[in-house]
Every structure is written in structure tokens, then in C-alpha cells.
């Protein structure tokens, strides 16, 4: 059994940086991943990192946000810099990924950019 808590969230201008945290009671898998979901779209993979530090990310991200993780604090993050009003969502960790699914997910983190 896993749990998943996110922090880190919260309101900012466009521009800025936040760093979520995923804190994991539990032992996490090899693949760890942030998911986001906006209002009134589907949820999308925002990136993923391997226990040896492979990362991948969506398109939409690349090059402003940076995926790690920290395996003796049990914990991933994600850099998220250069924010903009479209990275506005909902922004959950997954992990142990078993028969195609996500088996894990934290409870979310609100992330908001606006002016």
C-alpha cells in the first residue's frame, strides 16, 4: 500500500515559479509521474521519472518545468517555472503503474496562474 501527498501548490502571476512535492508513505515504483487536470479538459501526462533519473515530458512543458526525485526523502518534485494561465489545473503524483494503470495517486494540489 502507497500513499500519495501533494503540496506545494497555490496562486500565482504568470512567470513565476513553484515547486510541488510529492511525499510517498509507502515504497514507490521504479516510474513516478505528475499528471495535471484543467477544467473542461482531459487529464494530461506532464512528466515522468525513472528511479535512475530518466525523465520524459509533454510537449506543453518542455524546457519550463524539470521532473526529480529524492529516494532517500521518499519524495518527487516538480519545477515548474515560467508559469503561464494554461498550466492553471489540478496536479496529482501517480505511481506503480500495474496492467496499464496508475494504481497510486495522491489527492491533488491546486496550481493557478492568473494576473
Known amino acids: 500500500q502507497v500513499q500519495l501527498v501533494e503540496s506545494g501548490g497555490g496562486l500565482v502571476q504568470p512567470g513565476v515559479s513553484l515547486r510541488l512535492s510529492c511525499f510517498a508513505f509507502g515504497t514507490i515504483s521504479y516510474v513516478m509521474v505528475w499528471y495535471r487536470h484543467a477544467p473542461g479538459k482531459q487529464r494530461e501526462l506532464v512528466a515522468t521519472?525513472?528511479?535512475?533519473?530518466?525523465?520524459n515530458y509533454a510537449e506543453s512543458v518542455k524546457g519550463r518545468f524539470t521532473i526529480s526525485r529524492d529516494s532517500a526523502k521518499n519524495t518527487v518534485y516538480l519545477q515548474m517555472n515560467s508559469l503561464r494561465p494554461e498550466d492553471t489545473a489540478i496536479y496529482y503524483c501517480?505511481?506503480?503503474?500495474?496492467?496499464?494503470?496508475?494504481?497510486?495517486w495522491g489527492q491533488g494540489t491546486q496550481v493557478t496562474v492568473s494576473s
Open positions: 501517480a505511481s506503480n503503474l500495474i496492467g496499464g494503470r496508475w494504481s497510486y
Open positions: 521519472v525513472t528511479v535512475v533519473g530518466i525523465t
